[in-house]
């Protein structure tokens, strides 16, 4: 290894160590990454454990997620029921006023017709 002496500009000295280059192409591995340890079988079924929990958690939030939106659909079913028959409602009572507006001028359109033609005889 090389040893270099720096200075900064603050008049901190510090030392640089170079390593030499590996040629064999192959990182450390070691170095880098600590060694695994052996699980024990209880540290094993407490990881098995914990993952049958977690998935638990995430099937319950997955089923209420789908109840809350089954529900929401059965709201917006109701709702559209309820405007449908809104509607039906109103333009029956509409057609059922129109309908009797025009047998009411009908009726006075009789009875004048017959006034003309009494004054005649």
Known sequence: TSSKLNKRASGQ????????????????LNAT???R???????????LEAAEERRKCQEAELLK??????EHER????????????FIKNAKEKLEQKMEANKENREALL???LERLQEKV
Do not use: T, Y
């Open 33 to 35: 990454m600590p060694q």
């Open 13 to 28: 000295a510090f030392e640089v160590i170079l390593k030499p280059p590996s040629f064999d192409g192959v990182p450390e």
């Open 111 to 113: 009875v004048a017709m």
């Open 65 to 70: 997620h789908l109840a809350e939106k089954r």
């Open 37 to 47: 340890r052996e699980l024990s079988m209880e540290e094993i079924q407490k990881k």
């Open 75 to 86: 709201d917006v079913i109701q709702k559209a029921l309820e405007e449908n028959n809104n």
